[in-house]
């Protein structure tokens, strides 16, 4: 599904606002990221937002490591989830 870009400048800015996230994450198709960089280009306001917002997810990622369990946790609930299974 393509999404259009508003032409008026408030409504372009809430547009890029409103799919900030989508672009970020490289969810939006090409033609709307190329709106959305045109956009950004000329709006220092949603510039700004989207950096924030950019450096905010970079931040997040990095701080989102992985956790592995203990072997002795993982054989536990293993053994547990066998033995229920042969009660059903």
Known sequence: ???TQPTGDEES??????HLQEF????MNEQDA???RR????CENC????DMEAAVSRALKRCNRTVVAPTELRTRIVELHVSCRWQA
């Open 1 to 3: 599904m393509t999404m």
């Open 13 to 18: 800015c809430c547009w890029v606002i409103d």
């Open 39 to 42: 956009h950004i280009a000329a």
């Open 34 to 36: 190329d709106a959305f």
């Open 24 to 27: 970020l994450h490289g969810e």
């Open 47 to 50: 510039m700004d937002e989207t």
